[in-house]
């Protein structure tokens, strides 16, 4: 059975520091891992989708990586601001199976 | 190219009524999958329709059900309701391949059973 774990769960850092989040799960037969945020109270926003036969992508100052083999997943956040603060989650969508896994997320507060 | 539309936004309900939330897909997504989100909790899947057909559910009860109609939208039915499906729902939708393009979700529905 798939599981999928995010460390740390919560995390608070000064504005402009780089950052890393860390996604871990247990199978490695994915098809696809995709990173989204959650503000308070609100829906999902996807981030970044990484295939499975990809190593990493990139979005702004966002660049998630993905190494099937070891279980992992990193979400790397470049020069952190106040309005990154929110709960970042991440997915894995299993081989042979119709829906994604979650994490729990890591809840992140960026200090001004 | 518009969002996933989720309406209402809030809605407050007394023990043991119904309560209908709806979903509008992405215009060419054919899958609608249902979470709930508890205060303080993970999501835990609901359901999940494809082509106008309920394809699989989650471990919750029938008195959580819904349905899928032609243009693709959806909605979600909560009968007798308890306090303890006050929540977040989410809705997402796919291409049917959504292990490929991935989901994108709406801003959901807040249900307060009071």
């Known amino acids: 059975k798939q599981e999928v774990t995010q460390i740390p769960a919560a995390l608070s850092v000064p504005e402009g520091e780089n950052l890393v989040l860390n996604c871990s799960f247990t199978d490695s037969a994915i098809y696809n891992l995709q990173w989204f945020r959650q503000d308070p109270g609100k829906g999902l926003t996807s981030l970044l989708l990484i295939q499975s036969s990809q190593r990493e992508q990139t979005s702004g100052r966002l660049n998630a990586s993905l190494d099937k083999s070891s279980g992992r997943s990193t979400l790397y956040i470049a020069a952190s601001q106040p309005g990154d603060s929110a709960t970042y989650l991440c997915?894995?969508?299993?081989?042979?199976?119709?829906?994604?896994?979650f994490g729990t997320g890591t809840r992140l507060k960026v200090l001004a | 190219e518009a969002g996933v539309t989720q309406s209402p936004t809030h809605l407050i309900k007394t023990r043991g009524q119904q309560a209908t939330l709806r979903c509008s897909p992405i215009?060419?997504?054919?899958?609608v999958y249902w979470y709930q989100q508890a205060l303080g909790l993970g999501l835990q899947f609901l359901l999940w329709?494809?082509?106008?057909?309920?394809?699989n559910r989650g471990n919750f009860p029938p008195r959580f059900s819904g349905r899928q109609f032609p243009n693709y939208s959806s909605e979600l039915n909560v009968n007798a309701l308890e306090l303890e499906d006050s929540a977040l729902y989410l809705c997402?939708?796919?291409?049917?391949?959504?292990?490929?393009?991935?989901?994108?979700f709406g801003s959901g529905t807040r249900l307060t059973v009071v």
């Open positions: 997915a894995v969508f299993p081989s042979g199976t119709y829906k994604y896994i």
């Open positions: 215009s060419g997504h054919t899958s």
């Open positions: 329709y494809d082509e106008g057909e309920e394809r």
């Open positions: 997402a939708s796919s291409y049917r391949q959504a292990g490929v393009y991935g989901y994108t």
